[in-house]
Protein backbone atom coordinates (compact mmCIF):
# COMPACT_ATOMS: atom_id res chain seq x y z
CA UNK A 1 0.00 0.00 0.00
CA UNK A 2 1.44 3.57 -0.69
CA UNK A 3 2.75 5.73 1.91
CA UNK A 4 0.63 8.10 3.55
CA UNK A 5 1.48 12.08 2.93
CA UNK A 6 2.32 14.04 6.18
CA UNK A 7 3.15 16.91 4.19
CA UNK A 8 -0.23 16.66 2.30
CA UNK A 9 -1.91 16.95 5.56
CA UNK A 10 0.32 19.82 7.12
CA UNK A 11 -0.53 21.93 3.65
CA UNK A 12 -4.10 21.17 3.74
CA UNK A 13 -3.96 22.98 7.03
CA UNK A 14 -2.14 25.63 6.10
CA UNK A 15 -3.66 26.09 2.56
CA UNK A 16 -7.08 25.61 3.34
CA UNK A 17 -8.34 27.74 6.88
CA UNK A 18 -11.87 27.74 6.35
CA UNK A 19 -12.76 24.56 4.41
CA UNK A 20 -15.83 24.36 2.73
CA UNK A 21 -18.60 21.75 4.23
CA UNK A 22 -20.84 19.96 2.27
CA UNK A 23 -23.55 19.11 5.21
CA UNK A 24 -25.61 15.97 5.90
CA UNK A 25 -28.97 16.94 8.21
CA UNK A 26 -29.62 14.19 9.44
CA UNK A 27 -32.94 13.47 11.32
CA UNK A 28 -34.42 10.08 12.68
CA UNK A 29 -38.21 10.21 14.52
CA UNK A 30 -38.87 7.80 16.79
CA UNK A 31 -40.84 4.71 16.80
CA UNK A 32 -42.72 5.81 20.06
CA UNK A 33 -44.40 9.29 21.12
CA UNK A 34 -43.29 8.21 24.59
CA UNK A 35 -40.23 10.05 24.46
CA UNK A 36 -42.14 13.02 22.84
CA UNK A 37 -39.29 13.34 19.67
CA UNK A 38 -39.62 16.46 17.91
CA UNK A 39 -41.30 16.26 14.43
CA UNK A 40 -39.37 16.36 11.28
CA UNK A 41 -40.16 20.12 10.26
CA UNK A 42 -38.69 20.77 13.84
CA UNK A 43 -35.85 19.20 13.31
CA UNK A 44 -35.62 20.48 10.04
CA UNK A 45 -35.96 23.86 11.21
CA UNK A 46 -33.16 24.09 14.03
CA UNK A 47 -30.60 22.41 11.70
CA UNK A 48 -31.09 25.01 8.64
CA UNK A 49 -31.13 27.57 11.66
CA UNK A 50 -27.63 26.76 12.49
CA UNK A 51 -26.27 26.61 8.91
CA UNK A 52 -27.47 29.74 7.99
CA UNK A 53 -25.24 31.74 10.45
CA UNK A 54 -22.13 29.42 8.98
CA UNK A 55 -20.17 31.18 5.88
CA UNK A 56 -18.44 27.61 5.71
CA UNK A 57 -20.90 25.30 5.37
CA UNK A 58 -23.27 24.27 2.60
CA UNK A 59 -26.16 21.96 3.31
CA UNK A 60 -26.38 19.16 0.66
CA UNK A 61 -28.86 16.95 1.70
CA UNK A 62 -31.22 15.89 4.35
CA UNK A 63 -31.58 12.69 5.43
CA UNK A 64 -34.93 11.24 7.38
CA UNK A 65 -35.39 7.75 9.06
CA UNK A 66 -39.30 7.65 10.19
CA UNK A 67 -40.28 5.48 12.80
CA UNK A 68 -36.83 3.81 13.32
CA UNK A 69 -35.50 3.60 17.01
CA UNK A 70 -32.21 4.57 18.51
CA UNK A 71 -31.58 1.61 19.86
CA UNK A 72 -30.09 0.25 16.52
CA UNK A 73 -28.04 1.96 12.84
CA UNK A 74 -29.87 -0.44 10.60
CA UNK A 75 -31.83 2.38 9.10
CA UNK A 76 -31.92 3.36 5.50
CA UNK A 77 -31.42 6.77 5.01
CA UNK A 78 -28.70 6.67 8.33
CA UNK A 79 -26.74 3.84 5.67
CA UNK A 80 -27.24 5.91 2.43
CA UNK A 81 -25.51 8.89 4.46
CA UNK A 82 -22.92 6.52 5.18
CA UNK A 83 -22.35 5.40 1.75
CA UNK A 84 -22.31 9.38 1.21
CA UNK A 85 -19.52 10.41 3.53
CA UNK A 86 -17.54 6.54 2.28
CA UNK A 87 -17.84 8.50 -1.44
CA UNK A 88 -16.74 12.16 -0.44
CA UNK A 89 -19.58 13.91 -1.11
CA UNK A 90 -20.46 15.19 3.00
CA UNK A 91 -18.05 16.21 5.18
CA UNK A 92 -20.22 17.51 7.72
CA UNK A 93 -22.97 15.45 9.90
CA UNK A 94 -25.59 18.07 11.49
CA UNK A 95 -28.30 16.44 14.03
CA UNK A 96 -30.76 18.38 16.56
CA UNK A 97 -29.29 16.41 19.23
CA UNK A 98 -27.41 13.12 20.00
CA UNK A 99 -30.36 11.42 20.76
CA UNK A 100 -31.22 11.65 17.13
CA UNK A 101 -28.21 10.15 15.94
CA UNK A 102 -28.78 7.08 18.18
CA UNK A 103 -29.07 5.76 21.57
CA UNK A 104 -27.08 2.89 22.00
CA UNK A 105 -24.22 4.57 24.17
CA UNK A 106 -21.32 1.67 22.19
CA UNK A 107 -22.48 2.98 18.69
CA UNK A 108 -23.20 6.32 18.87
CA UNK A 109 -19.55 6.83 20.54
CA UNK A 110 -18.36 4.83 17.72
CA UNK A 111 -19.35 7.46 15.29
CA UNK A 112 -18.76 10.19 17.07
CA UNK A 113 -15.04 9.00 18.04
CA UNK A 114 -13.65 6.83 15.99
CA UNK A 115 -15.85 6.65 12.49
CA UNK A 116 -16.15 10.61 11.67
CA UNK A 117 -13.08 11.80 12.66
CA UNK A 118 -11.48 8.96 10.70
CA UNK A 119 -13.34 10.18 7.76
CA UNK A 120 -12.70 13.55 8.19
CA UNK A 121 -16.21 14.37 9.44
CA UNK A 122 -17.14 17.36 10.91
CA UNK A 123 -19.72 16.14 13.49
CA UNK A 124 -22.18 18.82 15.04
CA UNK A 125 -25.35 18.60 17.86
CA UNK A 126 -26.90 21.31 17.31
CA UNK A 127 -28.79 21.54 20.76
CA UNK A 128 -26.10 20.38 22.92
CA UNK A 129 -23.95 22.70 21.41
CA UNK A 130 -21.36 20.34 20.32
CA UNK A 131 -18.89 20.51 17.70
CA UNK A 132 -15.86 18.49 16.67
CA UNK A 133 -14.43 21.14 14.53
CA UNK A 134 -11.36 21.23 16.42
CA UNK A 135 -11.50 17.58 17.86
CA UNK A 136 -13.62 15.92 20.27
CA UNK A 137 -11.75 17.69 23.29
CA UNK A 138 -11.54 21.07 21.80
CA UNK A 139 -14.92 22.40 21.56
CA UNK A 140 -15.46 25.08 18.97
CA UNK A 141 -18.24 27.01 20.84
CA UNK A 142 -17.56 29.26 23.79
CA UNK A 143 -19.84 27.80 26.03
CA UNK A 144 -18.79 24.13 25.36
CA UNK A 145 -20.92 21.47 25.17
CA UNK A 146 -24.27 21.72 27.53
CA UNK A 147 -22.77 17.99 28.67
CA UNK A 148 -20.08 15.64 28.81
CA UNK A 149 -20.70 13.34 25.35
CA UNK A 150 -20.56 10.15 27.36
CA UNK A 151 -23.26 10.71 30.05
CA UNK A 152 -25.56 12.33 27.79
CA UNK A 153 -24.79 9.21 25.40
CA UNK A 154 -25.47 7.12 28.88
CA UNK A 155 -29.02 8.81 29.15
CA UNK A 156 -29.80 8.10 26.08
CA UNK A 157 -29.58 4.47 26.42
CA UNK A 158 -30.84 4.21 29.90
CA UNK A 159 -34.06 6.26 28.23
CA UNK A 160 -34.46 4.03 25.87
CA UNK A 161 -33.73 1.14 28.22
CA UNK A 162 -36.84 2.42 30.40
CA UNK A 163 -39.27 2.48 27.51
CA UNK A 164 -38.97 -0.73 26.78
CA UNK A 165 -39.19 -1.73 29.99
CA UNK A 166 -42.10 -0.02 30.89
CA UNK A 167 -43.46 -1.21 26.92
CA UNK A 168 -42.92 -4.66 27.88
CA UNK A 169 -44.38 -4.31 31.42
CA UNK A 170 -47.30 -2.96 29.56
CA UNK A 171 -47.78 -6.07 27.38
CA UNK A 172 -46.75 -8.77 29.99
CA UNK A 173 -49.64 -7.35 31.89
CA UNK A 174 -51.92 -7.72 29.00
CA UNK A 175 -50.45 -11.23 28.42
CA UNK A 176 -51.30 -12.44 31.92
CA UNK A 177 -55.06 -11.33 31.44
CA UNK A 178 -55.42 -13.14 28.16
CA UNK A 179 -55.20 -10.44 25.91
CA UNK A 180 -54.22 -11.10 22.35
CA UNK A 181 -51.50 -8.42 21.37
CA UNK A 182 -49.85 -9.60 17.86
CA UNK A 183 -50.07 -7.35 15.20
CA UNK A 184 -52.22 -10.05 13.47
CA UNK A 185 -54.84 -12.63 13.80
CA UNK A 186 -54.36 -16.37 13.61
CA UNK A 187 -55.69 -17.44 9.95
CA UNK A 188 -58.93 -18.25 10.77
CA UNK A 189 -59.59 -15.56 13.63
CA UNK A 190 -59.88 -11.71 13.22
CA UNK A 191 -59.99 -8.96 15.80
CA UNK A 192 -63.02 -7.71 17.46
CA UNK A 193 -64.31 -4.72 16.34
CA UNK A 194 -65.96 -4.22 19.75
CA UNK A 195 -62.55 -5.46 22.00
CA UNK A 196 -59.11 -5.35 19.95
CA UNK A 197 -57.58 -7.62 21.70
CA UNK A 198 -60.19 -10.12 21.57
CA UNK A 199 -60.27 -13.03 18.97
CA UNK A 200 -63.64 -14.15 17.26
CA UNK A 201 -64.17 -16.82 14.72
CA UNK A 202 -63.37 -15.28 10.75
CA UNK A 203 -66.19 -17.41 9.32
CA UNK A 204 -64.58 -18.11 5.79
CA UNK A 205 -60.76 -18.53 7.19
CA UNK A 206 -62.69 -20.50 10.12
CA UNK A 207 -63.87 -22.86 7.35
CA UNK A 208 -60.69 -23.63 5.85
CA UNK A 209 -59.23 -24.41 9.09
CA UNK A 210 -61.46 -26.59 10.45
CA UNK A 211 -61.63 -28.48 6.79
CA UNK A 212 -57.88 -29.15 7.32
CA UNK A 213 -58.76 -30.44 10.32
CA UNK A 214 -61.23 -32.87 8.94
CA UNK A 215 -59.07 -34.29 6.13
CA UNK A 216 -56.31 -34.83 8.79
CA UNK A 217 -58.62 -36.38 11.11
CA UNK A 218 -59.83 -38.64 8.46
CA UNK A 219 -56.34 -40.13 7.97
CA UNK A 220 -55.16 -37.67 4.86
CA UNK A 221 -51.46 -37.37 4.99
CA UNK A 222 -49.77 -33.63 5.01
CA UNK A 223 -49.03 -33.73 1.21
CA UNK A 224 -52.22 -35.12 0.01
CA UNK A 225 -53.92 -32.07 2.40
CA UNK A 226 -51.46 -29.69 0.84
CA UNK A 227 -52.57 -31.56 -2.79
CA UNK A 228 -56.12 -31.03 -2.17
CA UNK A 229 -56.18 -27.47 -0.99
CA UNK A 230 -54.08 -26.35 -4.26
CA UNK A 231 -56.32 -28.52 -6.34
CA UNK A 232 -59.31 -26.92 -5.12
CA UNK A 233 -57.59 -23.10 -5.43
CA UNK A 234 -58.58 -22.96 -1.70
CA UNK A 235 -56.54 -19.47 -1.00
CA UNK A 236 -53.71 -19.54 1.12
CA UNK A 237 -53.73 -17.41 4.67
CA UNK A 238 -51.32 -14.71 2.52
CA UNK A 239 -53.85 -14.47 -0.20
CA UNK A 240 -56.64 -14.60 1.85
CA UNK A 241 -55.28 -11.45 3.68
CA UNK A 242 -54.49 -9.58 0.68
CA UNK A 243 -58.43 -10.35 -0.14
CA UNK A 244 -59.04 -8.67 2.57
CA UNK A 245 -57.46 -5.29 1.59
CA UNK A 246 -53.86 -6.07 3.46
CA UNK A 247 -51.20 -4.23 2.06
CA UNK A 248 -47.47 -4.34 2.31
CA UNK A 249 -44.39 -5.67 0.80
CA UNK A 250 -44.75 -9.36 1.50
CA UNK A 251 -42.92 -12.39 0.13
CA UNK A 252 -45.77 -14.75 -0.93
CA UNK A 253 -43.22 -17.65 -2.27
CA UNK A 254 -45.03 -19.64 -4.88
CA UNK A 255 -48.58 -18.89 -3.95
CA UNK A 256 -49.54 -21.91 -2.87
CA UNK A 257 -50.24 -24.52 -0.23
CA UNK A 258 -47.58 -26.25 1.41
CA UNK A 259 -46.11 -28.93 3.89
CA UNK A 260 -44.82 -26.12 6.51
CA UNK A 261 -48.10 -24.00 6.09
CA UNK A 262 -50.67 -27.33 6.59
CA UNK A 263 -48.57 -28.32 9.71
CA UNK A 264 -48.31 -24.73 11.08
CA UNK A 265 -52.66 -24.86 11.17
CA UNK A 266 -52.49 -28.29 12.59
CA UNK A 267 -49.97 -27.75 15.39
CA UNK A 268 -51.39 -24.54 16.54
CA UNK A 269 -52.85 -24.25 20.03
CA UNK A 270 -55.12 -21.36 19.28
CA UNK A 271 -57.56 -23.85 17.31
CA UNK A 272 -58.90 -25.13 20.57
CA UNK A 273 -58.67 -21.69 22.51
CA UNK A 274 -55.69 -21.55 23.49
CA UNK A 275 -53.56 -18.58 23.80
CA UNK A 276 -49.97 -18.57 23.72
CA UNK A 277 -47.78 -15.46 23.94
CA UNK A 278 -44.87 -14.29 25.20
CA UNK A 279 -42.57 -17.22 23.56
CA UNK A 280 -44.93 -19.42 25.78
CA UNK A 281 -44.26 -18.02 28.24
CA UNK A 282 -48.00 -16.66 29.14
CA UNK A 283 -50.65 -19.78 27.96
CA UNK A 284 -54.33 -18.49 28.61
CA UNK A 285 -56.58 -21.70 28.17
CA UNK A 286 -60.25 -21.15 27.26
CA UNK A 287 -58.98 -17.19 25.64
CA UNK A 288 -61.62 -17.24 22.55
CA UNK A 289 -64.00 -19.47 20.90
CA UNK A 290 -62.19 -23.04 19.78
CA UNK A 291 -62.47 -24.07 15.65
CA UNK A 292 -61.76 -27.75 16.22
CA UNK A 293 -62.59 -30.37 19.33
CA UNK A 294 -60.05 -30.78 21.80
CA UNK A 295 -59.99 -34.51 21.52
CA UNK A 296 -59.82 -34.18 17.29
CA UNK A 297 -56.76 -31.93 17.93
CA UNK A 298 -55.06 -34.25 20.58
CA UNK A 299 -55.01 -37.21 17.84
CA UNK A 300 -54.12 -35.28 15.29
CA UNK A 301 -50.78 -34.35 17.32
CA UNK A 302 -50.01 -38.28 17.70
CA UNK A 303 -50.54 -38.91 13.98
CA UNK A 304 -48.23 -36.45 13.31
CA UNK A 305 -45.80 -37.35 15.52
CA UNK A 306 -45.70 -40.83 14.53
CA UNK A 307 -44.82 -39.99 10.43
CA UNK A 308 -41.14 -40.42 11.25
CA UNK A 309 -40.11 -42.29 7.73
CA UNK A 310 -38.64 -39.01 6.41
CA UNK A 311 -37.62 -36.29 8.99
CA UNK A 312 -36.11 -33.21 7.81
CA UNK A 313 -32.22 -32.98 8.46
CA UNK A 314 -33.26 -29.54 10.34
CA UNK A 315 -34.67 -31.53 13.29
CA UNK A 316 -32.21 -34.37 13.55
CA UNK A 317 -28.85 -34.59 11.66
CA UNK A 318 -26.16 -32.90 10.00
CA UNK A 319 -26.67 -29.18 9.22
CA UNK A 320 -28.44 -28.21 5.46
CA UNK A 321 -25.56 -26.00 4.25
CA UNK A 322 -27.40 -25.74 0.91
CA UNK A 323 -30.62 -24.56 2.15
CA UNK A 324 -32.13 -22.37 0.08
CA UNK A 325 -29.54 -22.44 -2.44
CA UNK A 326 -30.77 -25.65 -4.63
CA UNK A 327 -33.79 -24.62 -7.27
CA UNK A 328 -35.76 -27.64 -9.22
CA UNK A 329 -35.31 -26.83 -13.07
CA UNK A 330 -38.25 -27.93 -13.80
CA UNK A 331 -41.09 -25.49 -11.88
CA UNK A 332 -38.32 -23.31 -9.59
CA UNK A 333 -39.11 -23.98 -6.25
CA UNK A 334 -36.56 -24.65 -3.45
CA UNK A 335 -35.95 -28.45 -2.67
CA UNK A 336 -36.05 -29.52 0.16
CA UNK A 337 -33.15 -31.94 1.82
CA UNK A 338 -34.49 -35.03 3.65
CA UNK A 339 -32.76 -38.04 5.16
CA UNK A 340 -32.83 -40.81 3.25
CA UNK A 341 -34.66 -43.28 5.98
CA UNK A 342 -35.71 -43.59 9.72
CA UNK A 343 -32.13 -44.64 10.58
CA UNK A 344 -29.93 -43.90 8.12
CA UNK A 345 -27.10 -41.55 7.28
CA UNK A 346 -26.93 -40.42 3.53
CA UNK A 347 -29.85 -37.08 2.35
CA UNK A 348 -31.27 -35.87 -0.69
CA UNK A 349 -32.71 -33.42 -1.91
CA UNK A 350 -35.99 -33.36 -3.76
CA UNK A 351 -38.90 -31.50 -4.87
CA UNK A 352 -42.54 -32.00 -4.10
CA UNK A 353 -44.13 -29.96 -6.02
CA UNK A 354 -45.68 -33.41 -8.24
CA UNK A 355 -47.20 -34.45 -4.75
CA UNK A 356 -48.44 -30.91 -3.97
CA UNK A 357 -50.47 -29.71 -7.09
CA UNK A 358 -49.75 -32.32 -9.45
CA UNK A 359 -47.44 -34.07 -12.41
CA UNK A 360 -48.63 -30.79 -14.88
CA UNK A 361 -46.77 -28.69 -12.79
CA UNK A 362 -43.35 -30.28 -12.44
CA UNK A 363 -41.91 -33.80 -12.88
CA UNK A 364 -40.08 -33.97 -9.57
CA UNK A 365 -36.48 -33.39 -9.53
CA UNK A 366 -34.30 -35.50 -6.67
CA UNK A 367 -30.47 -35.77 -6.45
CA UNK A 368 -28.61 -36.98 -3.41
CA UNK A 369 -26.76 -34.77 -1.30
CA UNK A 370 -23.12 -37.06 -2.15
CA UNK A 371 -23.78 -36.98 -5.48
CA UNK A 372 -24.47 -32.98 -5.18
CA UNK A 373 -21.26 -32.53 -3.72
CA UNK A 374 -19.15 -34.03 -6.34
CA UNK A 375 -20.78 -31.92 -8.84
CA UNK A 376 -20.39 -28.38 -6.86
CA UNK A 377 -16.00 -29.39 -6.03
CA UNK A 378 -15.91 -30.44 -9.70
CA UNK A 379 -17.80 -27.20 -11.37
CA UNK A 380 -16.14 -24.78 -8.84
CA UNK A 381 -12.65 -25.85 -10.36
CA UNK A 382 -13.80 -25.12 -14.14
CA UNK A 383 -15.09 -21.82 -12.90
CA UNK A 384 -11.28 -21.27 -11.45
CA UNK A 385 -9.51 -22.05 -13.92
CA UNK A 386 -12.52 -19.83 -16.72
CA UNK A 387 -12.05 -16.92 -14.12
CA UNK A 388 -8.96 -16.84 -12.08
CA UNK A 389 -6.12 -15.26 -12.75
CA UNK A 390 -2.58 -16.45 -11.89
CA UNK A 391 -0.04 -15.63 -9.41
CA UNK A 392 2.01 -13.70 -11.76
CA UNK A 393 -0.68 -11.76 -13.46
CA UNK A 394 -1.80 -10.68 -9.92
CA UNK A 395 1.64 -9.88 -9.19
CA UNK A 396 1.93 -7.79 -12.25
CA UNK A 397 -1.14 -6.17 -11.91
CA UNK A 398 -0.69 -4.78 -8.40
CA UNK A 399 2.67 -3.27 -9.20
CA UNK A 400 0.50 -1.94 -11.94
CA UNK A 401 -1.91 -0.26 -9.21
CA UNK A 402 0.62 0.21 -6.95
CA UNK A 403 3.17 2.40 -9.51
CA UNK A 404 -0.68 4.58 -10.56
CA UNK A 405 -1.65 5.26 -6.61
CA UNK A 406 2.40 6.46 -6.28
CA UNK A 407 2.44 8.82 -9.43
CA UNK A 408 -1.03 9.74 -7.96
CA UNK A 409 0.45 10.78 -4.66
CA UNK A 410 3.25 12.83 -6.12
CA UNK A 411 0.36 14.48 -8.28
CA UNK A 412 -1.15 15.60 -4.88
CA UNK A 413 1.61 17.13 -3.60
CA UNK A 414 2.37 18.85 -6.42
CA UNK A 415 -0.92 20.15 -6.39
CA UNK A 416 -0.61 21.22 -3.06
CA UNK A 417 2.77 23.05 -3.86
CA UNK A 418 1.12 25.13 -6.46
CA UNK A 419 -2.21 25.91 -4.16
CA UNK A 420 0.41 27.07 -1.43
CA UNK A 421 1.89 29.58 -4.02
CA UNK A 422 -1.46 30.86 -5.24
CA UNK A 423 -2.27 31.08 -0.94
CA UNK A 424 0.83 33.20 -0.21
CA UNK A 425 0.06 35.31 -3.09
CA UNK A 426 -3.69 35.99 -1.54
CA UNK A 427 -2.27 36.88 1.71
CA UNK A 428 0.27 39.47 -0.03
CA UNK A 429 -2.66 40.54 -1.69
CA UNK A 430 -1.46 40.14 -5.20
CA UNK A 431 -4.68 38.11 -5.96
CA UNK A 432 -8.25 37.92 -4.63
CA UNK A 433 -9.53 35.88 -2.36
CA UNK A 434 -12.22 34.20 -5.29
CA UNK A 435 -8.91 34.03 -7.82
CA UNK A 436 -7.31 31.91 -5.38
CA UNK A 437 -10.30 29.72 -4.42
CA UNK A 438 -10.79 29.27 -8.49
CA UNK A 439 -7.75 26.80 -8.42
CA UNK A 440 -8.72 24.96 -5.55
CA UNK A 441 -10.83 22.44 -8.25
CA UNK A 442 -7.83 21.17 -9.45
CA UNK A 443 -6.54 20.01 -6.44
CA UNK A 444 -9.47 18.32 -5.70
CA UNK A 445 -9.62 16.67 -9.25
CA UNK A 446 -6.33 15.10 -8.05
CA UNK A 447 -6.97 14.05 -4.42
CA UNK A 448 -10.58 12.84 -5.54
CA UNK A 449 -8.90 10.29 -8.30
CA UNK A 450 -6.14 9.53 -5.52
CA UNK A 451 -8.99 8.32 -3.32
CA UNK A 452 -10.49 6.02 -5.99
CA UNK A 453 -6.72 4.48 -7.18
CA UNK A 454 -6.56 3.92 -3.76
CA UNK A 455 -9.90 2.29 -3.09
CA UNK A 456 -9.72 0.42 -6.37
CA UNK A 457 -6.24 -1.17 -5.05
CA UNK A 458 -7.89 -2.10 -1.70
CA UNK A 459 -10.56 -3.56 -3.87
CA UNK A 460 -8.45 -5.66 -5.81
CA UNK A 461 -6.64 -6.88 -2.86
CA UNK A 462 -9.68 -8.10 -1.01
CA UNK A 463 -11.10 -9.76 -4.26
CA UNK A 464 -8.04 -11.51 -4.77
CA UNK A 465 -8.35 -13.21 -0.76
CA UNK A 466 -11.45 -14.54 -2.39
CA UNK A 467 -9.65 -16.02 -5.17
CA UNK A 468 -7.48 -18.03 -2.92
CA UNK A 469 -10.04 -19.00 -0.65
CA UNK A 470 -12.12 -20.43 -3.57
CA UNK A 471 -8.75 -22.04 -4.33
CA UNK A 472 -8.34 -24.10 -0.84
CA UNK A 473 -11.85 -24.54 -0.87
CA UNK A 474 -11.74 -26.90 -4.57
CA UNK A 475 -8.81 -28.38 -2.95
CA UNK A 476 -11.08 -28.88 -0.05
CA UNK A 477 -8.48 -27.81 2.37
CA UNK A 478 -11.38 -25.57 3.60
CA UNK A 479 -14.69 -27.10 4.36
CA UNK A 480 -17.35 -26.52 1.27
CA UNK A 481 -19.63 -24.56 3.85
CA UNK A 482 -17.19 -21.70 3.53
CA UNK A 483 -18.38 -21.65 -0.07
CA UNK A 484 -21.69 -20.69 0.32
CA UNK A 485 -21.41 -16.69 0.22
CA UNK A 486 -19.61 -17.48 -3.08
CA UNK A 487 -22.80 -19.72 -4.60
CA UNK A 488 -26.50 -17.47 -6.16
CA UNK A 489 -28.19 -21.04 -6.74
CA UNK A 490 -27.67 -24.65 -7.62
CA UNK A 491 -30.42 -26.14 -10.68
CA UNK A 492 -31.25 -29.52 -10.90
CA UNK A 493 -32.04 -30.55 -13.94
CA UNK A 494 -33.52 -33.92 -16.03
CA UNK A 495 -30.76 -36.53 -15.47
CA UNK A 496 -29.47 -34.78 -12.38
CA UNK A 497 -27.76 -32.76 -14.20
CA UNK A 498 -26.15 -30.16 -11.70
CA UNK A 499 -25.74 -26.61 -12.98
CA UNK A 500 -23.56 -24.20 -9.94
CA UNK A 501 -24.18 -20.54 -10.07
CA UNK A 502 -21.23 -18.92 -8.64
CA UNK A 503 -20.37 -14.77 -7.87
CA UNK A 504 -17.56 -13.25 -10.10
CA UNK A 505 -14.58 -13.03 -8.55
CA UNK A 506 -13.59 -9.54 -9.86
CA UNK A 507 -15.39 -6.63 -9.79
CA UNK A 508 -12.86 -4.20 -10.67
CA UNK A 509 -11.74 -3.34 -13.90
CA UNK A 510 -7.60 -4.86 -14.24
CA UNK A 511 -6.57 -2.11 -16.80
CA UNK A 512 -5.39 0.42 -14.24
CA UNK A 513 -6.30 4.23 -15.41
CA UNK A 514 -3.89 6.49 -17.37
CA UNK A 515 -2.15 8.64 -15.45
CA UNK A 516 0.66 11.53 -16.34
CA UNK A 517 2.55 14.03 -14.06
CA UNK A 518 0.60 16.78 -14.72
CA UNK A 519 2.37 20.48 -13.80
CA UNK A 520 -0.09 22.27 -15.55
CA UNK A 521 -1.82 23.53 -11.81
Known amino acids: MARKSRKNADLQRECNPHPLYNAAGYIRLSVTSDDSPPSVETQKMIIEEWVKHQEDVELKKFYIDVN ?28 KDLSR ?52 NAFNEALAKDMRDKTQEALNFKMQKGMFVGPKAPFGYEKSSQDHFKLIPD ?53 DWNSRSVKYILRNRAYIGILEQGDSKYVIENAHEPLVDKAIFERIQKQLNQKAYFTSSDNNGTENILKSKVICGDCGSKMQRKKGNKNGDW ?80 VSKKISKEEYLSHRPAKDEVEQLMMEMTTELETFEKEHQKQLHLVAISEKATPLSALMDYIEKITINTGRKVEVYFSAIYSVVLEPLPLKHDNSH
Open 203 to 255: LQAASTVRKIFDLAINGMGVTAIVRYLNENKIQTPMEYARSKGLSGNYNDGTG
Open 101 to 152: LGRDLIGTGFYIENFFPTKKVRFVSVNDRFDTLNGISNISFEQGPLVRIPIL
Open 68 to 95: KTGQTFERKAFKEMLGDVENGKINCVVV
Open 347 to 426: YFFTCHTTNRVGVDRCSGMYIREDELFKAIYHQLKVFLKTNAISLLQYRSEKEKRLQAVELCERNLDHAYDVLKGYYEQM
